[in-house]
């Protein structure tokens, strides 16, 4: 079991796009529709033209929860699917025969999102990447429980996703909506108490989500509910709230 205090929060999706939206949606949720996405006014448009859409989202929850003076803070940057559109139009160009482009190659890496923006925020310090499908925000509250314990006074988690390409239809096992959101957590401190503890399971089907498990564990939050039980990769992770 892990737990760690939630000090600060930001989120984004289609629709979606104040603090007081989030809390009403929280209330009453429904699927993030649209093809909106932010203005990122915070990014020179010099290098904002670089970031594409998912990354756009991802990078401006991640400003908006991030404190001024947050330079070194480590960053935990988690993605079940990561920019896959750029890396489809890649791999198709690659199967038509035409020349990949380098800089497009760079930036469809699972990790370019959180370079992007190390860079624009001119962050020196940690910052890692990672997947972990249905379980991909629990997993990134383990690695940031795991900075955490490693000395870090607070890890800046930012979690988003994308709807898949309908190439990959067949693959989706889990409703969809483009999403982003960002906690600013330290062990201890102000803010909500939470604890993450898991389990096997026999049985990932029992419970079916309305939403995606990542979106879920937001509304969760946000809701003010006691606890959250998800099934993932034959675990059972149970998000508990400690007033």
């Known amino acids: 079991m892990i737990e760690f205090c939630v000090t600060e929060w930001a989120a984004w999706a289609p629709g979606v796009e104040t603090r007081e939206a989030w809390q009403a949606w929280a209330l009453a949720p429904a699927m993030p529709v649209g093809d909106g996405m932010p203005a990122l006014p915070e990014v020179p448009a010099i290098q904002r033209r670089r970031i594409d859409r998912l990354g756009r989202m991802a990078v401006q929850v991640a400003y908006w929860c991030a404190q001024a003076e947050g330079t070194g803070v480590p960053l935990v940057f988690a993605s079940r699917h990561g920019d896959v559109r750029r890396s489809l139009e890649l791999l198709q160009q690659q199967a038509r025969g035409e020349p990949m482009s380098p800089t497009q190659f760079g930036l469809s890496v699972h990790n370019a999102i959180a370079a992007l923006y190390s860079i624009v925020r001119g962050q020196h310090g940690n910052y890692l990447a990672l997947a ?112």
Do not use: N
């Open 132 to 243: 972990a499908g249905k379980a991909t925000a629990a997993t990134a509250m383990i690695e940031a429980a795991g900075l955490l314990a490693d000395g870090a006074p607070e890890v800046l988690v930012v979690v988003y996703d994308a709807c898949l390409p309908e190439a990959y239809a067949a693959f989706v096992d889990e409703v969809q909506a483009d999403h982003a959101w960002c906690w600013r957590v330290r062990a201890d401190g102000e803010g909500q108490r939470l604890s993450l503890d898991w389990q096997m399971a026999e049985d990932d089907a029992a419970i079916t989500p309305a939403l995606p498990a990542s979106l879920e564990v937001l509304r969760f939050v946000l809701a003010g509910d006691a606890a959250c039980t998800q099934l993932a990769d034959g675990l059972r992770w149970h998000w508990l709230r400690h007033d």
